[in-house]
């Protein structure tokens, strides 16, 4: 007799050496990457300037590859090791439009970094913390061996990135599923609006906030007119701020039956042409008309 919850498919596995030198989670998530990564070497597919890639958003990477974890913790992952050198990232997709990232490793950084933290563990390996992960405490080894100083309390030591996180997942629990789809796809595109291609946390936390000004059915509805419109794909935050302004209750309840009925894109793109929106208008949608 065998358990359903043990399996014969494909596993997600992680070395061990690589879990204590960047942290489970970071170890996890290259691991995967190089596992997409060889079996495009195996293909042939996707060589591009001297290596092999492989794409997907940060929500695709969520749903089909961690879904074990929250959104947030998978951008931050992806984040740590991009900051660290270890993920490369560029843009080869054929539309413009398409904001997905394409992601290759830098082996040789990582086998740097490996035989550095390897040469500091020899040289002290019963130092406080020398056997630590990288990461900042989260997957820190639960056998620390003959300390010479007691453990730091480090479980009651939440750093203002992490505070930070807890505040977004905690304010995008307001929206469905399929809302933050387009939450997260709007993200994605609106990223390209900095000039390093990355949006701070904080002001990720800033823009939700904002939004917990509108009932979540006008947010989806602001997000989902932006991103169906590539021209103002290179307009920041203020611009979905004034289309939540001056949404009616008539527009986002046209777009909810749309939505409920599954009206084609093509026929959806016509509705909006019809739409005569003003983003800089003050005029406010009302929070008390029955839009059902």
Same mark, same amino acid.
């Given at each position: ?11 997600? %596995? %992680? ?8 942290? %489970?989670?970071?170890?996890? %998530? ?9 079996i495009n070497r195996e293909t042939e597919k996707n060589f591009i300037n001297g290596r092999y890639?492989?794409? $997907? ?17 998978? !951008?931050?992952?992806? !984040? ?5 050198g270890l993920l490369i990232t560029d843009n080869f997709n054929e539309q413009k439009r398409d /904001? ?6 830098? *082996? ?10 390897? $040469? ?23 056998d620390q061996g003959n300390l010479p100083q007691p453990l730091p309390e480090i479980n009651t ?28 796809? *709007? ?33 989806? *509805?602001?997000?989902?007119? *932006? ?44 509705? /909006?042409?019809?739409? $005569? ?16």
């Amino acid at each position: 007799m065998q358990s359903k919850h043990l399996f014969n498919k494909r596993p997600i %596995v %992680v070395d061990t050496d690589l879990a204590i030198c960047f942290g %489970v989670n970071e170890a996890i %998530v290259i691991q995967q990457i190089h596992y997409w990564l060889e079996i495009n070497r195996e293909t042939e597919k996707n060589f591009i300037n001297g290596r092999y890639w492989t794409y $997907n958003s940060i929500g695709d990477w969520h749903e089909k590859n961690f879904p074990f974890w929250s959104y947030d913790t998978v !951008k931050r992952i992806f !984040k740590e090791l991009e900051k660290l050198g270890l993920l490369i990232t560029d843009n080869f997709n054929e539309q413009k439009r398409d /904001r997905t990232k394409w992601y290759s490793i830098d *082996y040789e950084k990582l086998d740097q970094l490996m035989e550095a933290k390897n $040469n500091q563990r020899s040289k002290s390996p019963n130092a406080l913390g020398q056997d630590a992960p990288m990461s900042l405490g989260q997957n820190a080894p639960m056998d620390q061996g003959n300390l010479p100083q007691p453990l730091p309390e480090i479980n009651t030591e939440i750093t203002t990135e992490k505070k930070i996180n807890m505040q977004i997942e905690n304010l995008r629990q307001r929206y469905a599923q399929d809302a933050l789809t387009i939450i997260d796809e *709007y993200f994605e595109i609106l990223r390209f609006t900095r000039r390093g291609g990355q949006i701070a946390d904080s002001v990720i936390l800033k823009i939700y906030k904002e939004w917990e000004n509108f009932r979540p059915d006008v947010v989806e *509805y602001a997000l989902k007119l *932006y991103i169906d419109n590539p021209k103002h794909h290179d307009k920041k935050e203020n611009y979905c701020y004034g289309i939540m302004r001056n949404a009616t209750a008539e527009q986002v309840g046209e777009y909810l039956l749309r939505k409920q009925s599954k009206v084609p894109e093509a026929t959806w793109g016509k509705a /909006r042409e019809k739409l $005569n929106i003003n983003p800089g208008s003050n005029k406010r949608f009302d929070f008390e008309e029955d839009i059902e």
